[in-house]
DNA sequence: GCTTGACCTCAACTTAAGTTTAGGTAGCAG
DNA sequence: CTGCTACCTAAACTTAAGTTGAGGTCAAGC
């Protein structure tokens, strides 16, 4: 296989294929502030390349239920923004994992919860782990309330 | 502690109350047609008590990640919509397990891709399953592509 | 010299799951 | 009778993450 060679500066359709996210999502993301380009003397885009490797890292950042907003104040808190570093990188995924561990403790939780109560029959509300999963009995709050039908 | 009667038929305002969600949303989700009403005299609502359990189910169906249109078409499947069975809750909730076994699995890979990457400082992009997480080498699809830095 | 392709901007549209607002009714308490 | 509370409807608004469309520029190829 033969090397393809990037060049220094990109334009938006590359970015785009090279990424595989659409033109228009990337237009949006730079009205976001999420990545920064400059511009040739026709007005078109020009994007460093390595805004690649930031464009990945979104994806990253989305797979893992960050929002663009969320994603815009972990990438701002960058030493420098246009530069990621490996320590970023392991900044960054450290924390994304951590978020990942509770989304899937999460599910877990609720998947088992799922399977005592298919087990037991407790649809009847009656002390149903799953029906009234955020409130002890009388507690205030969200979710189902406990009731003798 | 003394057992609390449900009357047969509920407002809405009660309804609200056990279940945790809003008045307003439960207007929405009759507009939808996941739940129904009879209406009296004043033209208020009622519904029939064991709507409780089925907005509980929805609760149940939106935490494991489910629409409300998918849940609509789960719901509509029940033979009868009104009085949730067990055999039906057995049967939903095998379901919803699966599908959240699937998120889980989902999830755990790429924490696992994460671990692998930060330790081998892959970010480059050359070899990075995570940046990478869709396609071989030269295949079509979405997701960032194989490019030489 | 005309067309084509890649790019530009700005504004409006989309979907999901509701919330908010405005204006109106019905029944009970004092 | 007045006020309060719970309820009603319809329509507009909200947020996220883009997409779509209209109208315009620019450089290259035939």
Known sequence: ????????????????????????????YERKGLIKSHRNASNHRLYPKHVIRIVSLILVAQR???????????????????????EDWEQLGSRWQSELDKKITQLTE???????????????LERCRLLN?????GEKGAGPRLMTE
């Open 110 to 124: 609720l998947r088992d919860m799922m399977t005592d109560c298919i087990g037991c029959g407790c649809l009847s």
């Open 133 to 137: 999963p955020y409130d002890e009995l």
């Open 64 to 86: 893992t239920g960050f929002s663009l907003e969320d994603i815009l104040s972990e990438l701002a808190g960058l030493p420098n923004r246009t530069r990621v570093t490996l």
């Open 1 to 28: 296989m033969q090397k393809k060679i990037i060049p220094e500066w990109i334009s938006v359709g590359m970015l785009s294929e090279r990424t595989g996210v659409s033109v228009s999502a990337l237009h949006f």
